[in-house]
């Protein structure tokens, strides 16, 4: 039997898109994650315009303070967000396979004149769709509240860094999306297939920050000299750096640190060798501050093509009976 294709393998992918981001926007689920979002972030909000309603005409940068000033006992908008984006997209994308097995729909969905290639590229692209309507109605309120109850309106450049930021969010909504999804294919149960994608978030934000040091310093064992000393170890600090960087929330809030906090020069260990020059606390221009970010950024996109690809090579592997 031959099994060559017959016209396009992305055939349907538009009709695919356009239904599934209809049953997102419309179903409940999507608006109790949406409500949990805004309501946590308003609060968030509120306590930053009220630390910095007394420092509007000092600072050239109130706006990017909208994201990043905290009052106890809530964080800060942006560390809201690291944390309030993964259960969004793991609430999107945790059954979008095995919903499908568990309905006995797929094996007729597939009947039609649609490949596998559409159907899961649309359900990716329909949920990331999804996630980008929703943090740009954030991001308009938040510079809405900020413009109303502050009275100061944005600069050119808090404007490009904070739309950079919705970037890297959108991009960090994506990894946790493409981890659901990957879920999804590999586990038949939806619910088991939830809590393994709630569980790699936790580990990934919770554990792993803890974990890594004690890695690096057992992989680059700090010597003697050091420890008497009481120096760094740089070859040690290196690998540390390195597993941190592993975990996408570390890549996500090295971004938002260094976007939205333009006296941000660095993200690793600073030497005096780089202050040479430099005027303490003074901001770096945008261009500066966006190539510090790069690695990150690009990071963030690697993995959402790597762990959509792992998605896609387990789909096509599957067998689907009626």
């Known amino acids: 039997m031959s099994t060559t294709r017959i016209g396009s393998p992305w055939h349907g992918l538009g009709a695919v898109l356009s239904k599934e981001l209809a049953d997102h926007l419309g179903s409940a689920r999507m608006r109790l994650l949406e409500w949990l979002v805004v309501l946590t972030a308003?609060?968030?909000?509120?306590?930053?315009?009220?630390?910095?309603?007394?420092?509007?005409?000092?600072?050239?940068?109130?706006f990017l303070r909208l994201f990043t000033d905290a009052r106890a006992p809530l964080p800060s908008f942006a560390a809201l967000l690291g944390f309030l984006i993964p259960l969004l997209a793991i609430g999107l994308g945790f059954d979008a396979i095995n919903g499908e097995y568990?309905?006995?729909?797929?094996?007729?969905?597939?009947?039609?004149?649609?490949?596998?290639d559409a159907l899961l590229l649309g359900k990716f692209l329909a949920g990331l769709a999804a996630l980008a309507i929703s943090l740009v109605c954030l991001w308009l309120l938040v510079m809405g509240a900020g413009l109303i109850l502050l009275g100061v309106p944005p600069s050119g450049e808090e404007v490009v860094r904070s739309l950079a930021?919705?970037?890297?969010?959108?991009?960090?909504?994506?990894?946790?999306?493409a981890v659901a999804l990957l879920c999804s294919v590999l586990f038949r149960s939806a619910s088991t297939s939830a809590l393994v994608a709630l569980g790699l978030w936790l580990f990934c934000a919770l554990l792993w920050p803890m974990l890594a040091p004690a890695l690096a310093r057992a992989i680059a064992p700090p010597d003697l000299a050091t420890l008497m000393g009481g120096g760094l170890d740089l070859h040690a600090l290196a690998w540390q750096n390195g597993l941190l960087h592993v975990s996408p929330a570390t890549l996500f809030n090295d971004t938002a640190?260094?976007?939205?906090n333009p006296s941000t020069r660095s993200l690793g260990p600073v030497f005096l060798s780089q202050l040479q020059g430099a005027?303490?606390?003074?901001?770096?221009?945008?261009?500066?501050?966006?190539?510090?970010?790069?690695?990150?950024?690009?990071?963030?996109?690697?993995?959402?093509?790597?762990?959509?690809?792992?998605?896609?090579?387990?789909?096509?592997?599957q067998e689907v009976r009626a």
């Open 165 to 177: 930021f919705l970037l890297a969010a959108l991009a960090y909504a994506g990894v946790w999306l």
């Open 42 to 62: 308003a609060a968030a909000l509120y306590g930053a315009i009220e630390g910095i309603r007394q420092t509007t005409a000092s600072d050239p940068f109130v």
């Open 102 to 116: 568990g309905r006995r729909t797929l094996s007729r969905i597939l009947s039609q004149p649609l490949y596998r």
């Open 257 to 260: 640190i260094t976007l939205l």
């Open 279 to 317: 005027l303490l606390g003074s901001p770096l221009p945008l261009s500066e501050s966006l190539a510090i970010v790069w690695p990150q950024f690009t990071g963030l996109i690697a993995a959402v093509v790597l762990l959509f690809t792992l998605a896609y090579i387990a789909f096509q592997r």
